[in-house]
């Protein structure tokens, strides 16, 4: 079982191991324990480090040098897992209470898809800034799946093998303009600071089952909406599965897996992605201000 994080210090942005206590910063383990372990995240992914990282941990005699170079909490800050995944995909209307709360069509076979840039992304306790262009900008709780290995045209019941983890991630939207026409969805999304994910990459082996998974939308620590991935109706395995059938998904790659509900954001609240059993990510909102 594995937890990866990144930390700002003094020298950028570096990959972390989360232990009950606190973390280990992955170059404090190269330099104590003279390991060669790549030290940032990134890294990590593009050469699939995880699993043999994950076993070299599991050794019995490195315990008390872990203990030894593990930092508490309280002195360290976490920075988005990393700063540039090549894709971040995003998808609508996937629970079902939502598609029935906008007295929407349920989707069909295919899944209603975006993507954003990675200018639009940001990490734990980072601003959201909300745009000039838009009145009504809201923020969305979502399970973001990390894609850990190369794949092309792979069946749902292989999806598993290539997932690197998962982690919280916020999606926020300008409404305003997706209202002016359904064909704006991906305009009202691309603004920067409109996408944000961390602080943890939690592996697979720590999740016995995926469907018991409950997301929340929270404002201002207030859940607004929550639901189990059991409600959804798209599979974290169907949308793996589903991408990889247009395009080559890469280490890195981030999969949104829907919402249960959005709430509107102003300037001084904070928006909360919590699922459970995972570390809350919250953003604090800044920028215009309008009535909910």
Known sequence: MMRLVSIRTERG???AIVRKNGVIPVKSLNESAGTVWSESVWLILQNDEQTRLRTWLQQSDVDRLLERITQKWDDV????LYRYPRKIWGIGM???QKVEDLASTPPVADPIIFMKPDTS???????II??????HV???????????KTCKDIKEDEAHNFIAGITPTLDMTAQDIHAKNPRFLGKSKCFDTFFSFGPELVTLDEIPDFTTLTVETKRNGDVIHQNSVSNSYYSPWFLVSYFSQLMTLLPGDIIMTGT???????SGDRAECQISGLLPLV????????PK
């Open 138 to 148: 809201t923020a969305e709780g979502e399970i973001g799946i990390i894609i850990g």
């Open 130 to 135: 909300l745009p000039k262009q838009s009145n």
């Open 77 to 80: 800050v976490c920075a988005p």
């Open 283 to 290: 953003n604090p909102v800044i920028g215009l201000s309008y």
């Open 13 to 15: 942005e570096e990959a």
């Open 94 to 96: 996937n629970y079902r």
């Open 260 to 266: 249960p509900g959005s709430t509107a954001i102003v």
């Open 121 to 127: 992304l940001i990490g734990p306790g980072d601003a």
